[in-house]
């Protein structure tokens, strides 16, 4: 049996130290999340392509293309690739750790393996499916690390919730609130015990009102024998089939295998389940902006340490008053009477070019015949933005509804919940605004940390 091969992550500097097996993993969960909170404030989103240049280099490096052995010349070509593919990248990766580590590190691999840095590269080769049975949990793992059977030995089935993100954005919430907000910058959909999810809104045109996600942080935790801590981005235009560090899975624990990653299509569509929670993840990138879409127990979702200070999980309490926008009442007076018109009444700006009311609808009805929210979501969504594409954002925002939710009852709603002005009076929190909820979302993580 060969020796376990020595695999390159590239999740910050520290990250070098986890090259052989195991070691540095105190210190390896550390990086991404500083990363990731450091990374997720930029109103506009980083063209840096690194985690491109990682998931190729991973490719070519592992299963049925992986080299007999890492001395061999096609790591070394592997490596030159990876190295041709972060200088391409350099002029939009200044200051991105993930980057400036994973330079170091092809620097330092091609010295230990004695590779020249001329010679042939290797070209990016296609995923390939593992077999039947790697799609499934090793049959002696831990109990504790499928949620049904640990958390719910001797009691009824979990009921299950769901949330979801989309469009401009509009946001369902796991008690079935609909709510279109602004939200621009960084914002926080879900802090738990167990995960954190952060979106990043930027305008979809210069100056306009409408934004849209354009960047989506996973932040899983390191959980008892089943998953070591690990984190997933995703990017305008990148849409990884991996965690940050390479992996596909939980790591080197037992269970390891009850969080996976499964590419469903191709840059469009990722799944992520989180067995040990009893939690289903969908990412999808739709035109050029992402979706965000989770089935989780009810029991996950109110596992928080502080529940006052949950106003920042907008997945749990929804949007701020001060960020929702009544899109209802912006649809019933555009009936009729054209998107420019109303420009200057409207809640959210309308886009340069946009659909008149009568387009708008059409081309909405062909995806989505049930004129329920999503359907008014997508016509606000054209009249706003000019972008047909937000139709099949919406169109598919509601078939992960179909996928994720317990209760086929509640699939469509037609009212959209707005919280009245004395919300805060009531004694319920208002949502902090974006700085302020990632100062307490790092304070959250500080116990992972430590």
């Known amino acids: 049996?060969?020796?376990?091969?020595?695999?390159?992550?590239?999740?910050?500097?520290?990250?070098?130290?986890?090259?052989?097996?195991?070691?540095?993993?105190?210190?390896?969960?550390?990086?991404?999340?500083?990363?990731?909170?450091?990374?997720?404030?930029?109103a506009a989103t980083s063209p840096c392509k690194i985690l491109k240049c990682n998931s190729e280099f991973w490719s070519a490096t592992s299963g049925s293309h992986a080299p007999a052995s890492d001395d061999t010349p096609e790591f070394c070509a592997a490596l030159r690739s990876y190295a041709l593919c972060t200088r391409r990248t350099a002029r939009t990766c200044r200051g991105d750790l993930a980057y400036h580590s994973a330079v170091h590190g092809i620097e330092d691999l091609m010295s230990q393996h004695n590779c020249s840095k001329d010679g042939p590269t290797s070209q990016p080769r296609l995923r390939t499916l593992p077999p039947a049975g790697d799609s499934q949990e090793r049959s002696d793992s831990p109990e504790i690390c499928h949620y049904e059977k640990s958390f719910h030995k001797h009691s009824a089935t979990p009921n299950y919730t769901h949330c979801g993100l989309f469009g401009d954005p509009h946001l369902r919430t796991f008690t079935d609130r609909f709510q279109t907000c602004k939200v621009q910058g960084a914002w926080p959909l879900i802090d738990n015990n167990y995960l954190n999810v952060q979106v990043t809104n930027?305008?979809?045109?210069?100056?306009?009102?409408?934004?849209?996600?354009?960047?989506?942080?996973?932040?899983?935790?390191?959980?008892?024998?089943?998953?070591?801590?690990?984190?997933?981005?995703?990017?305008?235009?990148?849409?990884?089939?991996?965690?940050?560090?390479?992996?596909?899975?939980?790591?080197?624990?037992?269970?390891?295998?009850?969080?996976?990653?499964?590419?469903?299509?191709?840059?469009?569509?990722?799944?992520?389940?989180?067995?040990?929670?009893?939690?289903?993840?969908?990412?999808?990138?739709?035109?050029?902006?992402?979706?965000?879409?989770?089935?989780?127990?009810e029991e996950v979702v109110n596992a928080v340490e502080d529940?006052?200070?949950?106003?920042?999980?907008?997945?749990?309490?929804?949007?701020?008053?001060?960020?929702?926008?009544?899109?209802?009442?912006?649809?019933?007076?555009?009936?009729?009477?054209?998107?420019?018109?109303?420009?200057?009444?409207?809640?959210?700006?309308?886009?340069?070019?946009?659909?008149?009311?009568?387009?708008?609808?059409?081309?909405?009805?062909?995806?989505?015949?049930?004129?329920?929210?999503?359907?008014?979501?997508?016509?606000?969504?054209?009249?706003?933005?000019?972008?047909?594409?937000?139709?099949?954002?919406?169109?598919?925002?509601?078939?992960?509804?179909?996928?994720?939710?317990?209760?086929?009852?509640?699939?469509?709603?037609?009212?959209?919940?707005?919280?009245?002005?004395?919300?805060?009076?009531?004694?319920?929190?208002?949502?902090?605004?974006?700085?302020?909820g990632a100062l307490i979302l790092l304070l959250a993580l500080l116990p992972v940390f430590c």
């Open 1 to 42: 049996m060969q020796p376990p091969r020595e695999r390159l992550v590239v999740t910050g500097r520290a990250g070098w130290m986890g090259m052989g097996r195991g070691a540095g993993r105190s210190a390896l969960g550390f990086w991404p999340t500083l990363a990731f909170l450091l990374c997720s404030f930029p």
């Open 307 to 436: 529940w006052d200070s949950q106003g920042l999980y907008l997945c749990l309490r929804g949007c701020p008053l001060n960020q929702q926008i009544d899109f209802q009442a912006f649809h019933t007076n555009t009936e009729g009477t054209g998107a420019r018109r109303l420009a200057a009444a409207s809640p959210a700006p309308t886009a340069p070019e946009t659909f008149p009311y009568e387009t708008a609808v059409a081309k909405c009805k062909e995806k989505l015949p049930v004129e329920d929210l999503y359907y008014q979501a997508c016509v606000f969504d054209l009249l706003t933005t000019g972008d047909v594409n937000f139709t099949l954002a919406a169109y598919y925002a509601l078939e992960d509804v179909k996928m994720l939710h317990s209760n086929k009852d509640k699939l469509h709603l037609y009212e959209r919940t707005r919280d009245l002005p004395g919300r805060a009076a009531a004694g319920l929190p208002l949502a902090p605004q974006p700085l302020l």
């Open 202 to 297: 930027t305008p979809v045109l210069p100056g306009s009102a409408a934004t849209a996600t354009s960047k989506l942080t996973i932040i899983f935790k390191n959980f008892q024998e089943c998953v070591d801590q690990k984190v997933y981005q995703a990017e305008m235009d990148e849409l990884p089939a991996a965690f940050v560090d390479g992996s596909k899975n939980g790591g080197d624990k037992h269970g390891a295998n009850s969080l996976k990653i499964t590419e469903k299509v191709s840059g469009q569509h990722v799944e992520i389940q989180a067995k040990y929670i009893g939690t289903t993840i969908v990412v999808r990138q739709v035109g050029r902006y992402l979706t965000f879409a989770v089935r989780m127990p």
